[in-house]
């Protein structure tokens, strides 16, 4: 495979853009994408025809705008290139209007009120920003997908509203630096982690394919801490799929660059080189897209589900976010003069403060029911937002909030804008990995994201927040008469007040849970506790002030969410009840009668059957519970129809469904470990983990 040839093979990227775009054309639309602004609707035709010339060359047939609805995955409706011009004759065709915007019919995606039936149209307009590429045979062009009045109703056009808010406020801040600069923006790798299991064996598990995770499912034996899975040998398999994997990923322009092992059995992560962030979006969409499809071409199937089995690591998407200019200035980089590092202490602070004041909206950001089944276990960092520094740093931000070092204290003050940092290293070692929000050298490391999360909206958040926090500072310095002592000042008092949401230590123990509400940090511990404070009033100020979200928008995403919620636990609990009903119970009678057959029999030639009657007993007690249960959760199901009020329906399902299924499980999971093997109709989680060979 000759990877620089096949690299971005299938993307209308710059070498194409130049080869089929006239000059003038090409430097017009350089322009738009650089500057992040909406293109020019008297040059799309042209390019338009230049796109299409490409996407023929390549045996494209289609196109189609592809967009991010609410839902968080992706969407796509295919258009031919096919139009008549005579009887017998066909021409292909795109037109610059094909390619600017796009009307597809919006019901069907949710959108929170926000589009009434009788506009049924949503529109859908190229992202100039992100090129477009070839899939399928189809030409996709990225767009951001808005109502008829021009509400968002996906999840990429507020994320780009939020990359034009953090670059006019980062710009702003580095203007007093004497820094001029085209744009700053945010820069985003994200560290993916899925399973992959056998296709036969998922296929005979209903609960993995209606619901993405495993309902029910007894410990294997040999439990994943026996495993030494992590990096260790890919299994021959597992290795073509990801070869596969990267070189589709490669033709999509997608950096795929790490792959290895992950802590569970069938668990695996792939890492891709960390690219601007609504490209980043793009491409992590596009990756659990491929994973999925490539994994099924080799007799696989990926569960990118945030904890698809119960006492096995769950799966997150370690959110890698960093600022830059457009030159390549690492704004969270720690400089080489006093100046660059005042200016790296200031901007870190402006996070620490943005993190600290906005912790609900970093958990809403990372909401979904499958993640509530991660964050808070002791795999994943908890529900409660911290920021991890590492000691070097710690201390240095230490001395600056003491003021004037003691004399005791032999460290030498740091006098903000005129000391060097002491060299920060960049992979320290003590590295803590159970933090939701690390430092690591040069970025921040957001590890609360779920594993099937779209990363529109973390950063979508982390964009918003951070700009709030620098334009606040720009506010101050701007008016400050003597610079230095004004910054000096500002990062000493802001970081006073926000060192409550910097730790250090271990985020699983429970001792951090008891410290964490003694300092007063939130702990929304899930989806229906987190998500009715994104139209609180602090939020919807907030977005509406950097143009983010309106605040009819940010309530419909909230709607969105909050029917989601509804919707996903609906779906599992009527699939684990019929699943119950209609297999389990009669796998599970069936065992009795079995049992009441052996003594009948045994009782003519051997009248010793004890072991038999235990079991029977056991069994019985547990079918009594297990009927009951499962006529509890039935009945749920139907209350649950009833409640039409969003909230409500949420809270409902998380207080009754989710209490319901869990209760029931036990039951499920304790009658596995008693009955035949034979006779248990689904693969066990022993089965399924160690299902590829
Ligand atoms: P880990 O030890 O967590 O695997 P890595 O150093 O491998 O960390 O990086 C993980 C991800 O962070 C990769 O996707 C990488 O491209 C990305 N990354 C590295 N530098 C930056 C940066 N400055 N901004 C954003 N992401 C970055
Ligand atoms: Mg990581």
Redesign the pocket.
């Known amino acids: 495979m000759n990877v620089p040839e096949i690299f971005g093979s299938l993307v209308f990227n710059d070498a194409m853009m130049k080869k089929y775009l006239p000059e003038q054309i090409y430097i017009s639309l350089k322009n738009t994408a650089l500057k992040g602004e909406r293109l020019d609707p008297h040059i799309a035709d042209e390019v338009a025809k230049g796109m299409r010339d490409w996407a023929l060359s390549k045996g494209a047939t289609h196109f189609t705008h592809w967009f991010q609805p609410m839902t968080g995955s992706t969407a796509e409706k295919h258009d031919s290139f096919v139009r008549p011009i005579s009887e017998s004759e066909i021409t292909m065709e795109f037109s610059g209007k094909n390619l600017i915007a796009g009307e597809a019919d919006a019901s069907s995606f949710p959108s929170g009120g926000l589009r009434a039936t009788f506009e049924a149209r949503g529109y859908s307009a190229w992202d100039p920003t992100s090129p477009a590429f070839i899939k399928d045979k189809t030409l996709c062009i990225p767009t951001a997908f808005c109502s008829y009045r021009g509400e968002s109703l996906d999840k990429k056009t507020p994320l780009l509203r939020s990359q034009e808010a953090i670059d006019r406020q980062a710009r702003r801040l580095l203007k007093l630096f004497g820094i001029e600069t085209r744009r700053v923006v945010a ?5 993916q982690e899925y399973f992959l299991i056998d296709d036969q064996v998922w296929s005979k598990r209903p609960d993995l394919l209606y619901c993405g995770r495993t309902l029910f499912g007894a410990m294997p034996p040999k439990g994943q801490d026996m495993d030494g899975h992590y990096y260790g040998q890919i299994k021959p398999r597992v290795h073509a799929f990801m070869q596969e994997l990267d070189e589709e990923l490669w033709k999509l322009g997608i950096l795929a ?2 792959e290895h092992n992950e802590v569970a059995p069938a668990q695996h992560e792939l ?4 690219a601007t962030v609504n490209i980043a979006t793009d491409h992590n969409q596009l990756t659990m897209e491929m994973m999925k499809k490539i994994a099924a071409r080799h007799g696989l199937a990926c569960l990118l589900h945030e904890k698809p089995f119960k006492g096995v690591n769950g799966s997150g998407k ?1 959110n ?3 600022l ?1 200019t457009a030159e390549g200035l ?1 704004l ?1 980089k720690p400089g080489k003069t006093p100046s660059q590092n005042a200016l790296f202490l200031l901007i870190l602070t402006g996070i620490i403060k943005a993190v600290d004041e906005n912790q609900d909206l970093l958990r809403i950001s990372v909401s979904s029911p499958g993640n509530d089944h991660r964050l808070g276990g002791n795999e994943a960092p908890p529900a409660i937002l911290s920021i991890f520094l590492g000691s070097e740093l710690e201390n240095i931000l230490e001395d600056i909030m003491a003021g004037e070092t003691p004399e005791d204290r032999p460290r030498t003050r740091l006098n903000i804008g005129a000391s060097v940092l002491p060299e920060l290293p960049c992979d320290s070692t003590d590295r803590n990995r159970t933090s939701p929000f690390a430092f ?1 050298g ?2 921040f ?1 957001f590890r609360m994201p779920g594993s099937s999360c779209s990363i529109g909206c973390p950063n979508m958040i982390m964009n918003t927040i951070v700009a709030e926090a620098l334009s606040s500072f720009s506010d101050v310095l701007e008016q400050a008469e003597d610079f230095q002592k004004a910054l000096n000042k500002l990062i000493h008092d802001t970081l006073i007040r926000h060192r409550r949401i910097i730790y250090g230590g271990n985020n699983y123990a429970e001792q951090w849970r008891e410290e964490a509400l003694r300092r007063g940090l939130e702990n929304f511990t899930n989806t229906v506790e987190a998500l009715p404070h994104y139209t609180d009033e602090k939020n919807v100020r907030l977005f509406e002030k950097h143009g983010v979200l309106s605040a009819a928008e940010i309530a419909s995403r909230q709607e969105v969410l909050l029917e989601n919620y509804t919707k996903s636990l609906g779906v599992e609990a009527l699939t684990f009840a019929n699943l119950v009903r209609k297999d389990i119970l009669p796998a599970v009678i069936g065992y009795q009668s079995l049992l009441a057959e052996e003594m009948k029999l045994k009782k003519e030639v051997y009248p010793s059957y004890e072991v038999e009657q235990e079991l029977l007993s056991d069994v019985c007690k547990l079918t009594g519970t297990l009927y009951k249960q499962l006529k509890e959760l039935e009945d749920a199901t139907e209350r649950a129809k009833e409640i039409e009020e969003t909230l409500p329906a949420a809270e409902y399902a998380r207080s009754v469904l989710f209490t319901k299924m869990e209760e029931l499980r036990e039951t499920v999971d304790t009658l596995e470990t008693l009955l035949p093997r034979k006779m248990w109709p689904f693969p066990t989680y022993a089965e399924i983990l160690y299902s590829v060979k």
């Open positions: 820069n985003v790798g994200a560290e660059n790490t890492a891709p080189i960390y370690h890698n976010w960093s830059s690492n969270l690591t040069n970025k490391e």
